[in-house]
């Protein structure tokens, strides 16, 4: 433990069922499910209030509503009766000051851990709003879900943090638990400056346990803690033919065009089955769950017909092993062609990668790939992107059994492990900053709830349960 945590924390030891029985009084778990549903009117409005914010990160946006996000929140944490709140900004090495960013504290007693919260209060741009059923910044209710943007993704991470401390109310002064609640306001940005937010608050957020909100849970009605997450390396690559076009009819048929080559290297990267065939790529173990291709093709609105890429299990193929996609590329547009042989493209490729991976030896396999299969010849030039290490938690720490007994008292039925395929870049900078911590990531999404897109929502049921879940998880790491 480095020396900016709590010296005097101990080690969180087994959890126990004395421990678990001590954590919820004689009363039992029904007594903070009382007190959860006492408080969820209240914080349905509260969640409603902060949907009605266009907090939009992005920068085409106006910055003003995050701040008053940010703003909102503080005040939601001041009246949860934490003691120190603080509305804060961290400035990147290359100068860029980041988004206002909330941390509110309550200290632990000598010799007691301490819990970081995490979730963000920014949200993504609503697209098309003739896409929406209702306005998107205006919550509805239909069907017991509340929808709007930012109702799942992660406002309401958000009020699972507030709900826990406001049900725990003053009993949390007497558990000697450390309680920090950070809420960030750049995460549908890629979090520019949370490595640099780390460093500069490193003594406010330092922790035990950290509790990420910001994932989802298997379906409703089964909770799901997320044990693993996929890394990510991208880059571009560019295929020259020539130094510049020339007259398709004069010169075409020795010379094939730069695009078709590109085509034909990026038809390299899978095989016949559809699987990723670059040499030097981790494979991860199978997930104990499986996935219902049904499920799948009607979460993702795949086209009727089109068949599954790759082999094995559905949730192998989308936690535990690479994935390559390719998300740009650079030509001459349909609009605006000439009888021409194009001289380059360019194509922008994303590869998740699996847990267990290192993305600088994921990044140098796949540009091996790119410049070994270069087609006839063709100049290849590959520009490096992003780096993101992939997650894989301790499936039975301390303070995941915690969790695990937690969800089974808040759904009634025990959670399931899973994956995400895509990336939680800020993962690697909390495990860097912070390498003895305990990362928990949880979340209030299901399959229906549509983040980042039109029509999103949350199931106010499962919140519910996420506000119970969490009063119980602070409860036994309390106790522990």
């Not at 206002?100 to 970081?116: E, I, K, N, Y």
């Not at 499936?395 to 995941?400: I, Y």
């Not at 895509?422 to 900078?429: E, R, V, Y």
């Not at 199931?459 to 522990?480: I, S």
């Amino acid at each position: 433990m480095t020396d900016a945590l709590p010296a005097a924390a101990p080690p969180l030891p087994e959890p126990t069922d004395a421990a678990v029985s001590a954590a919820t009084p004689s009363t039992g778990t029904e007594r903070w499910r009382s007190r959860v549903a006492e408080e969820f009117p209240g914080l349905r409005a509260d969640l409603e209030s902060l949907v009605r914010i266009p907090s939009v990160s992005n920068a085409a946006f106006d910055q003003a509503h995050v701040r008053a996000g940010a703003e909102a929140v503080a005040g939601l944490l001041r009246d949860a009766g934490l003691p120190d709140v603080r509305v804060l900004v961290a400035t990147a090495p290359d100068g860029r000051e980041g988004a206002p960013a909330v941390v509110a504290r309550r200290p632990a007693a000598d010799g007691s851990p301490t819990v970081l919260l995490y979730a963000h209060h920014d949200v993504q741009p609503p697209g098309d709003d003739a896409a929406w059923r209702t306005s998107p910044f205006e919550p509805t209710e239909r069907d017991g879900r509340l929808y709007g943007r930012g109702a799942a993704d992660d406002k309401a991470g958000v009020i699972a943090h507030v709900g826990a401390l406001r049900v725990l109310g003053d009993h949390l002064a007497t558990l000697g638990l450390g309680v920090t609640v950070f809420v960030e306001g750049e995460e549908e940005v890629g979090s520019p400056t949370f490595a640099a937010f780390l460093s500069t608050y490193r003594d406010l957020l330092a922790a035990d346990v950290i509790v990420v909100a910001d994932s989802s849970n298997w379906r409703v009605g089964v909770p799901a803690l997320t044990t693993s997450l996929r890394g990510l390396v991208d880059l571009e690559v560019e295929v020259a033919v020539l130094e510049h076009a020339v007259h398709s009819g004069m010169y075409g048929g020795p010379l094939l065009d730069a695009l078709t080559l590109l085509s034909r290297l990026i038809a390299t990267l899978h095989d016949d089955a559809g699987d990723v065939a670059v040499a030097g790529l981790v494979t991860g173990p199978e997930p104990s769950v499986d996935y219902d291709e049904a499920d799948l093709r009607a979460d993702a609105a795949v086209v009727e017909g089109f068949r599954l890429a790759g082999t094995g299990p559905l949730t192998a193929r989308l936690w535990t092993r690479p994935a390559l996609s390719v998300i740009g590329i650079d030509a001459p547009s349909v609009a605006r062609a000439s009888n021409t042989v194009t001289p380059r493209a360019t194509a922008k490729l994303s590869l998740r990668i699996a847990p267990g991976q290192d993305p600088a030896q994921a990044l140098d396999a796949l540009k091996a790939h790119l410049t070994a299969n270069a087609p006839l010849g063709a100049r290849v030039t590959i520009t490096d992107g992003e780096l993101g290490k992939p997650f894989q938690a301790p499936a039975d720490s301390p303070a995941m059994q915690a969790a695990r007994r937690a969800f089974e008292q808040a759904w009634g039925t025990a959670p399931v492990d899973i994956g995400v395929g895509g990336s939680i870049p800020f993962i690697a900078d909390l495990l860097e900053e912070f390498p003895d911590a305990a990362i928990l990531v949880t979340g209030v999404e299901d399959p229906d709830s549509r983040a980042h897109g039109a029509n999103e929502s949350v199931h106010l049921g499962e919140l519910e349960r996420v506000v119970l879940a969490e009063t119980l998880l602070l409860l036994g790491l309390a106790e522990r």
